[in-house]
């Protein structure tokens, strides 16, 4: 074990404890059926807590960890060795990674997967030795300077060829250590200024490319999800997968809308102008939810935050919307969260998972009840009963016609009267269950 | 003529005048290889220009016109006495109506559709007399009280038919009128709260009624394009047409992306974290792009404030992207703009208009000349240009595989550089012109 | 009693009830040494429950209230009526009224004031009858087009003389009810556009405006505090009374710091890009807090949607820095809310009130809990503990200087170790109280 | 000289040219009675144009100069000497620079100290030399670790002094060096987390910290002006400098409104919800106008982008204000704009700074010629005109009472009628001169 995290005994369910525990997490009850930690899927993000040094547009870093600024082999292993403690610390069954918080970047692709595949050895060996899963991979297409103009959607074909050899990767490293998903998000996928951009072009790349990692893991026998990310913005002033909607439209001009979901973060939901239960339900319904990261912007600052979930009522929301819609399969609640930069010392690392996950177990318990006692899914349905009749189903079968439609609703000498949508009468029924 | 314009005399071109004239806007001016007019195809909007009445959430009606408050036949024939000797005032070649703005509406869908009809012979009257013709005609769905919780998306079967003879009535209207588009807006398709909504009910409604508008058309042999108008939001928190990329997937789910364009509006393009630059240039890319509302939104209001355009670059880069996507087929430039609630006079709302269509023509000449010159384009082609490339081709085509690409960049040994986006240079240079 | 709200029986303290009941608002319950009312003092504004009819911009009334359109005197006492019936039904300790909502202007300032004046009597005898206090009155200053360019900063001085006389009647009408505050609210107190603004002129007419208030509240024996309520903007463009620095700044310039206080709205806080919490404690640090609406902002949308409360843990924070600061002292919570307008039976107002003062209830005890047991002052003041030592305190105290400070640090050798801040461990604690 | 930019020549007037030239901006050029340069007074910001290494949160250095990191003296002198080639190449009349830009932080601060010094040596000789002139220093309180939690507004005492220490350098260099203004802006003087924070205590150790700052420059005999330059946020969540109005009342609380002016930017400006014209004229209201940093944010982004501005109409507006309030006095127009990290080429730094002096100029002459032509003050004044009379102006005078002015508004029976604000028409009138 390494030295860092050495004074902290792992976390246990122990409502009462003044120590650092779990208040409301206990992994092993059971709500809706099964065991909350199956509900939940709890994953710990690499590159935000081993990888970020607190660093901000104005300012360095300010986390004092042994294993930064781990430019070499061999820190990449101090920082591996410390995460699996960590992760047992939390008890967390799933962590995800990128290749960039991993390893150092070698010298050409080469070296690059060498060293990868070498830190992969280490988390094999940790995860077989009882260590989490691995909710999904990815790879860092944005942070090397050779993307600051796309991967896919680059205006130089060597950087499109050079980021499908790391997606390759990727992948492969993926698949070998089980992961259950694999993530893109594109975030130089976009532009600074339409004036050098060539929209259609860009999208077009873009469309090939994730064809082509849909045909790679087909091909691999890869299992998992594939999974995009959408974000509106930032870093680039415009991103392509701006939203749950945008990214919908983009799978479907390119045929993929059966092969990829998307992975939704509550921060990007916020900066893309919805709520994080609007993106969800919206994925749902149009069939392409995957997974979440569940950390939320400041509701006052334009820039990606990503912080802890901490309001439990906005939590219970999201999950209601994923209980809904019936769970999650092969996604799971990714904390893509970033303690405060002031935040320096290793318990308040774990101090904030151990937080979130209290949050996100009552936002579940509250959600699960909610969906249970069917009041919400009964005032809902009967909002639109009017719609059960033959006469109304009828509007909206295939053939229907406009003028036949309208020729009746005159004979009938139509005169709908509106009825209250009773929006506070069910924000407080939420508000029983939060 | 009516009395409230008497006193001001018809427009013309005339740049050194000190009265109401047009400084930019030559109408017959030959601007890449035909008149302005033809380019710009400007349109009055009916409802805003005659119908709102200075009000807001805080206040009431400010502005006094002899036509106020419009309730009567007999006023709202004088609003449109006064509709068109404004129209001719302007010389403006177009403009646009919704139902709600030209006739009260009477206690039956029957007598709505008749008073429509009395008005629309007025109309006629006047066009055959050498009014200006009609750009598109629309359905107001959100203002009565029947349409508060949506018209083809209302939980009430009812509304969606009273929506729909409401729309066939208009569509008959707007073809009689010789109309080149008929738009869609849906201000109430959308949402308060998703706790009493059935997101995927409601996109399945409005597909259907779409199917159904697109379908009538081609039965009355309806020439014109059918249009949707995104809006992000407001009067609803949360509207399906969101933008260009939401309503390119709602087109592309319900098998319309043929059949439908979309009409955007500046205003809405910047309420959804867009320019209007990025939504027209992503419909042409898209292959939906119609018609524009030039209306600007205030930069530091986050509400619609529909406002005529004043800044040139700005518009200048919008006609950019139009000329470069091939120029207006049906659609046009519609001022859905409102003078602000204290400018009460015939005066105000003769110089907006023509202030924002010679702020329109400036900005048409500049974009026009840059294209002409090239050296814009020319900037671009040659940032793509590596795609050119044989080799860079094939890893487009279908058939071209992941890991073949990754595997001769590892052979190649592959390390790309970047290269200077010049985006200041880019920007210095349509300084140039605007 | 009117017949509106005949079916709804008063409301009581009934936890387990399934009927409408209060869950959590137990108005004698003792928290932190005093009754619950008395730490909330909720008031009902008549200007949303009973003068708005659920118009919106792009729709009229969807509300159907036997009182509307309250255009006539015999209306607006039906209206005061369905009013105090509605308080009882409540238990609500307060009301807020504007002159506008009460009673329909009259031809003349003259009849606007018996009109008033009238209505105030009708109150007055219900008050004696076991009605509500009056927390504060106010004079409606921007709903008329008379005040379209302000009411106190308008260019024209006729208008600023008929403001003054309105707010005189106002106020004199509240101090007859035994109003506890005096409210001015800016609504046009700001600009549409610079180019025909002189801002400090304005502001000078503004300065004067409410210094001749405050002279006149002293000279009638007012003793009621004079509240401004800030707003960013809407329905200006841009409004004087920004936000709480900034009315602070306004103050300070015309030596009224220690005569007006300010009544934080949570929406408009947040349109002014702050926090509900934030302002409040901003105001407690600048001596200027006076009362709160406590109606919040809808985080998507960039216009005030003044809904009632429903996030616990949010309300919890806003208490949490009221009780920091001591408390109400005049003020109190109003609930400047709207029920949405698609919310349309009686029991939906009934409703919103109740659910909102249940949210409030809660928010407050685990305010008050959070402050009995004082971790989160504790962990506060351990963080500035460094400024305890006499040499620190020194630094601070009238008299010193950069350079000596200066020679010090070089001498000490300083560098200065930075400490956690614990933000995560802070939001934990807070989860246990909400 | 430099390798760097060995092969661009010095820039001059060119209009012509397709060089890098200037195409408006005549150093000399007659604008209201004096050169061009004296009225725009342009400085480069050492920071961003030769410490920027083109990184942001989502990847890191994407520039290649010859001087990067600059971690050691050496580099430090290399960067200067590339630095005074520049402001030749541009004729830029001033530069600003910071003390961390400029050298490698010491192990002390008497090794800061001396390091500076060493490098404010060489500033000195190259100015001698004809370079330019300083405009501003500052001291950098935000990038060390040590002011994660602020500065002056620290926790920790000792943080207090280090920085109070740094300004006593800053400052004594900048008068050294001649400079006309120094400034304070105070990136991490605000929280990320109200829990953590004592708000009127960090805003009295700011106030106290601002008042030795003052005391200091009069002690050494500074001629130049204290500014301090607001921004609302980002690094922090929120900053105590917000904007111009919450600096004012800041500035009066300690009172330092006679000593202290503002550097209004145009960026932050927009990042706290107003125009850039809004910030200065409002400045110029409340006297303390000083400076300006002219570049503009991306109307998209949430974030400080930091961008040379390229849209002549906003300038205008905003030389408008500058020339209304008299002009810079020891201010100037600071560009504290950062090249786009996809900016590369060394031409790219100097066509952006060119194109923007061009952009300023451009709006400058526009400004000056409708200050000239005088048609808005014309405007505006008519607007105003009614406060001429001697009765309006008694309304305003000391000892109006509000109840006399009621009681004769009554008596006059005051029925005002508002009249029109003409904005489209005064917007029609500005694009006659941009
Ligand atoms: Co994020
Ligand atoms: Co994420
Ligand atoms: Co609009
Ligand atoms: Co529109
Ligand atoms: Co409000
Ligand atoms: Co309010
Ligand atoms: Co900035
Ligand atoms: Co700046």
Not at 93 to 106: A, K, L, M, S, T
Not at 199 to 221: A, C, N, P, T, W
Not at 369 to 396: C, N, V
Request: glycine share 10%; proline share 4%; aromatic share 12%.
């Amino acid at each position: 074990m390494s030295d860092y995290f050495r004074k902290i005994a792992p976390l246990s369910f122990a409502p009462d404890s003044e120590n650092l525990a779990f208040r409301h997490y206990d992994a092993d009850e059971i709500v809706l059926g099964k065991p909350m930690k199956d509900h939940l899927r709890f994953a710990v993000a690499y590159w935000h807590s081993f990888g970020w040094e607190g660093g901000d547009p104005f300012g360095g870093r300010t986390f004092e960890r042994p294993w930064f600024p781990a430019d070499t082999m061999a820190l990449a292993e101090a920082r591996a060795e410390a995460a699996f403690d960590f992760f047992r610390i939390l008890g967390a069954p799933y962590y995800c990674f990128h290749d960039h918080d991993v390893r150092p970047e070698g010298a050409s692709l080469a070296e690059s997967r060498d060293r990868l595949n070498r830190i992969a050895d280490i988390f094999q060996q940790k995860m077989e030795a009882g260590g989490p899963k691995l909710l999904w991979g990815t790879a860092n297409l944005f942070s090397n300077r050779r993307y600051m103009s796309g991967a896919a959607t680059n205006p130089d074909p060597d950087v499109f060829a050079y980021a499908a050899a790391t997606v390759r990767d990727c992948l492969d490293v993926t698949q070998r250590l089980g992961g259950e998903n694999y993530v893109l998000w594109g975030g130089r996928e976009g532009y600074e200024t339409l004036l050098n951009t060539d929209l259609g072009k860009e999208l077009d790349q873009m469309g090939r490319f994730l064809s082509m990692v849909v045909d790679y893991k087909h091909r691999i026998g890869f299992k998992g999800a594939i999974l995009i990310e959408p974000k509106p913005q930032e870093p680039t002033k415009h991103q392509y997968d701006y939203d749950v909607a945008t990214v919908y439209g983009f799978l479907r001009r390119y045929g993929l809308e059966e092969e990829v979901k998307v992975n939704i973060e509550q921060g990007h939901a916020i900066l893309a102008g919805h709520s994080f239960e609007h993106e969800i339900a919206l994925a749902n319904a149009l069939g392409i939810f995957g997974s979440i990261d569940m950390n939320r912007n400041d509701q006052q600052s334009g820039w990606d935050t990503d912080q802890f979930p901490s309001n439990v009522p906005e939590v219970a929301l999201a999950y209601y919307e994923i209980l809904r819609g019936g769970g999650f399969t092969t996604g799971g609640t990714n904390f893509d969260a970033k303690i405060r930069r002031q935040s320096l010392d290793a318990e308040d690392l774990v101090a904030a998972h151990a937080g979130a996950m209290d949050v996100c177990a009552r936002g579940l318990k509250a959600a699960a009840k909610m969906l249970e006692e069917g009041r919400l899914e009964a005032a809902r349905d009967a909002r639109y009963a009017g719609w059960q009749s033959e006469a109304a189903q009828a509007m909206l079968a295939p053939g229907a016609r406009l003028d036949q439609i309208a020729d009746a609703a005159v004979a009938r000498g139509l005169d709908p009267q509106p009825v209250s949508g009773r929006q506070e009468q069910l924000e407080n029924l939420v508000n029983r269950y939060v």
